[in-house]
């Protein structure tokens, strides 16, 4: 596969995920990766023809695309107003709008490089695959480690002097224990296990997309490996919605599936009662799986909620607060995306992530309805809704990079096929 020079670019730097993740830099590449393409994607838009052919802007820049970058700007307002009312000083802001620059940035940056520049989706898809075999080769040294007596942690880079979240987005980990049950759960190249499960979810959808049988393959089964071994009830979850939901939607245009759904509506009359008894009882099963995780988070919500619609209605408290020992020390703000917006940025930062969000999952939608085009952004937007349940989606942005890029690459398909007479 012939590669441009930006593609190469993109091709090695993702390829060497693990690598990097071996000298625990991560974290720095994702944000330098975004500002240096998302850079170039604003300079071949203003070179125009004085670019090379094989860089040159694929054309202007497609309204959702626009959408993540308005959104994102009003993020960084109302981080400043947030501030400002809460008396939070130069310094803090400063620092704040460093760690925008380093996440919120990244979901317009990442797309707007994807639309812009010539970056072919297959390009993507194998190196993805590529990642997935370097994880099954390296998966039996982690595997056995817990059980060979190694330790969880093997360093902490250096590079946490950069500043972050926290040390665990700098640190390598062979594995780590399970509090509540002490058994090992493995976070592969992410900071934390549910985590690596949606990465895992992530890989399994490009996956899908690559042609040959081999590398699909690969990226399936090391996709698969990620998911089990970092024992995420929300990676199970996502493992059959976020493949199977977006082949289904070609049946919305398909009579028969109708009058099929018909049918199984009416019989509801019969079985309704029983179904909600057993989902119900599949819903209590699955917070119980790890109670003390679904008690923390729920109560890191409502608490967020009701400090959100009391002191900071429109623009939040501007930073994530300090949470006492009831939420085991978890800041107020954090484990979701939604209520954490609330509570950090109030009603405007929430709509800020939420238009684009929904405009994009909605395009994705309706192009997965009328073509497998539309199949590994629909995926990808599944679980990106569901990382924000669970998650600050904007942390994670430096390791969802290739996923973000392929919704700018889905933008620029859409936009050249309503350009096509």
């Not at 830099?25 to 004085?50: E, K, Q, S, T």
């Not at 460093?98 to 812009?116: D, N, Q, R, T």
Request: proline share 6%; aromatic share 12%.
């Amino acid at each position: 596969m012939d590669h441009n020079p930006i593609e190469r670019f993109v091709y090695k730097t993702l390829t060497l995920t693990w690598p990097l993740y071996a000298v625990g830099a991560l974290y720095v590449v994702g944000p330098v990766i975004a500002w240096l393409l998302g850079g170039l994607a604003v300079l071949v838009l203003y070179l125009g023809p004085a670019v090379r052919a094989d860089m040159r802007a694929t054309g202007p820049i497609p309204p959702v695309v626009w959408g993540w970058i308005a959104g994102m700007a009003v993020m960084l307002v109302a981080l400043w107003i947030g501030h400002a009312d809460w008396g939070l000083g130069l310094k803090q802001t400063i620092k704040s709008s460093i760690g925008w620059a380093k996440g919120w940035a990244l979901l317009a940056l990442f797309p707007l490089a994807g639309a812009i520049l010539p970056i072919r989706r297959e390009v993507l898809v194998r190196a993805q695959c590529v990642v997935g075999l370097w994880t099954l080769i390296l998966a039996p040294i982690l595997l056995v480690a817990p059980f060979a007596g190694l330790p969880e942690r093997i360093f902490t880079s250096p590079l946490r002097a950069v500043g972050g979240p926290g040390p665990e987005y700098f640190t390598v980990y062979f594995f780590t224990w399970d509090p509540a049950s002490m058994t090992p759960r493995w976070q592969f190249f992410a900071p934390w296990s549910p985590f690596a499960a949606l990465l895992g979810l992530i890989m399994i959808l490009f996956a899908l997309e690559e042609k040959s049988i081999k590398w699909r393959a690969i990226g399936v089964t090391a996709g698969m490996l990620m998911i089990f071994a970092s024992k995420s009830r929300m990676g199970l979850v996502g493992l059959v919605a976020c493949t199977i939901g977006p082949r289904m939607m070609s049946l919305l245009l398909r009579g028969w599936a109708w009058q099929v759904g018909a049918g199984l509506a009416a019989s509801l009359a019969v079985i309704g009662a029983s179904l909600a008894t057993a989902a119900t009882n599949a819903v209590a099963t699955f917070k119980g799986a790890r109670a003390d995780s679904t008690r923390v988070r729920e109560l890191l919500q409502r608490i967020a909620a009701e400090r959100w619609e009391n002191d900071a209605y429109w623009f939040g408290h501007g930073t994530v607060h300090p949470g006492s020992h009831a939420v085991e020390y978890m800041p107020i703000g954090s484990h979701h995306t939604w209520f954490g917006l609330l509570f950090v940025k109030g009603l405007v930062g929430l709509f800020s992530l939420l238009v684009p969000f929904v405009w994009q999952t909605l395009l994705a939608m309706k192009d997965a309805t009328l073509s497998p085009r539309g199949y590994l952004p629909m995926g990808i937007m599944m679980t990106l809704t569901l990382l924000s349940f669970g998650e600050n989606i904007e942390i994670q942005a430096y390791l969802l990079w290739p996923a973000l890029l392929i919704l700018g690459v889905h933008a620029r398909e859409l936009r050249d096929t309503q350009e096509t007479p």
